[in-house]
């Protein structure tokens, strides 16, 4: 895949503890080092995805699995760093792999891109950012009324510069020379993850791969809430069958706009479609396996979903994660890319679309070395009736190595309800995709970027 010669006969190194030195990284002090090789490792999952492709090298695959403790003296926490080391045909790269929901990384989900970097050959990295468990009740507050500081920073940042740094040391420990490479890998909050990298550590990745990020945090926590205070404010709450109307109805209105009706909404700003509109009527509902009247309840909730609060919080700061100053990880070389499903049900595409327009205002060459891909009737990192980039970590490296910019990305959805899979092409913000008006609407050369 790549042009690299991989390291096919690198003598393999010891995997034990005594074979790799603490780490040394300031302000951190190293608690403990274990490594475990593991034998016979396989991909668990067979799946083009958005983290990249299933690996040709998928089955029997061996790595050192290296965990590292650490903490901060005086705040009382406990950090996990864990690197994955294959012992074969390392590639000379290291990729980062981030979290999820509000997990910083290494926990069950991610142990898929995490086997699927080694088994192409990265040296791969997750860290837990010294969270005591998957649920921020757990440890987001001291007491009442008062942020856990220290744990907040970790997961927020700190987390993610101590734990490349400590991967990079044991790279260099165990295959004598530091990778040429590094790359991060994440969505939503593995997105924000990238996103804070490139704000504030911008010399640790030559490359990032930040999708659907969950930044932006003082709005996005208003704005996550809002749709639930507006019902909340009319003590009325419209059945699900209700909304689901609505949503099918606005698709219906705007799908013809970008020139292909297709169920995909690929010309969002052309799209305005007004709820108040079906206020009365009626329609099958399988909640009350009846038929019922669109509420004005119903509609304002939609309404409500689909503009968003101006809300504001100041709580968020240390996590928001929405410094538009790119400049530095721009004179380091980085290279940005980001997706976001325009179906996104969780965290609203126009947030990323935001921040991007903020970085554009800074720099108008933005392009050069960031670049942004709305990705019509994609759910949240994947899911719902859209395409799926294809391979867009693996542009990510082209870019980074050779130069090759990705000018446009291709995606592969499921099939529409004629059973044809849809091929779609993915344009960088601004640019949108256009059907060129002849030929199958399924084939890539059928779509052009305007
Ligand atoms: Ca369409």
């Known amino acids: 895949m790549h042009s690299q010669t991989p390291i096919s006969a690198y003598p393999v190194r010891d995997c034990s503890p005594a074979a790799i030195p603490f780490p040394s990284v300031f302000g951190a002090e190293i608690i403990s080092i274990t490594a475990n090789r593991v034998d016979d490792a396989s991909i668990p999952i067979a799946a083009e995805n958005p983290f990249g492709r ?12 290296v965990t590292v403790s650490h903490t901060h003296p005086g705040w009382g926490d406990t950090l996990r760093t864990q690197v994955w ?51 921020t009740e757990d440890w987001a507050l001291l007491s009442p009324g008062n942020v856990n500081k220290y744990l907040l920073e970790d997961f927020a940042s700190r987390s993610l510069a101590d734990g490349t740094l400590i991967a990079k040391s044991v790279i260099e420990s165990f295959y004598g020379e530091a990778p040429q ?66 949503t099918d109805a ?41 038929r019922i009247p669109i509420s004005q309840a119903a509609a304002i909730i939609a309404d409500a979903v689909w503009t968003g609060s101006n809300g504001n919080s100041p709580e968020y700061g240390m996590i ?84 090759k910019t990705p000018e446009s990305l291709t995606a592969t959805g499921p099939p529409d309800k004629r059973g044809k899979v849809r091929n779609r092409i993915l344009c960088p913000y601004p640019q949108k995709a256009k059907y060129d008006g002849k030929g199958d609407v399924n084939a890539y050369d059928s779509w052009s970027c305007h």
Request: proline share 7%; charged share 20%; aromatic share 14%.
């Open 85 to 135: 080391l294959p012992t074969e045909n390392w590639n000379r790269r290291m990729q980062g792999i981030g979290g999820a929901g509000m997990v910083a990384g290494l926990f069950p989900w991610n142990e898929f891109p995490m086997y699927s970097a080694v088994g192409q050959g990265y040296a791969a990295m997750t860290v837990d950012g010294g969270l005591p468990s998957w649920t």
């Open 320 to 403: 928001d994660t929405y410094d538009p100053d790119l400049s530095a990880f721009r004179k380091a070389g980085g290279k940005l890319v980001t997706f976001h499903g325009l179906a996104d049900e969780i965290l609203p595409f126009g947030n990323t679309r935001n921040y991007y327009e903020e970085v554009t205002k800074r720099d108008p060459d933005v392009a050069d070395f960031y670049r942004y891909f709305e990705t019509p009737g994609l759910g949240h990192c994947g899911g719902n009736i859209g395409p799926v980039p294809n391979g867009i970590f693996e542009r990510l490296v082209d870019w980074v190595e050779h130069g």
């Open 250 to 290: 606005a698709i219906e209105a705007c799908d013809g706009l970008d020139g292909v009706k297709d169920g995909l909404i690929s010309d969002m700003d052309a799209c305005y479609f007004d709820p108040f509109t079906l206020v009365g009527k009626r329609i099958g509902c399988p909640d009350v396996r009846g």
């Open 54 to 65: 299933r690996p040709e090298n998928a089955e029997n695959f061996s790595y050192c699995n």
């Open 181 to 246: 490479y590094s790359y991060w890998a994440g969505c939503s909050q593995g997105g924000r993850q990238g996103m804070m990298l490139a704000q504030k550590y911008p010399t640790l990745y030559d490359g990032i791969h930040a999708s659907a990020p969950a930044f932006n945090w003082n709005h996005q926590i208003v704005g996550n809430f809002w749709p639930q205070q507006v019902m909340n404010e009319m003590e009325e709450y419209p059945r699900p069958c209700e909304l689901q109307a609505l």
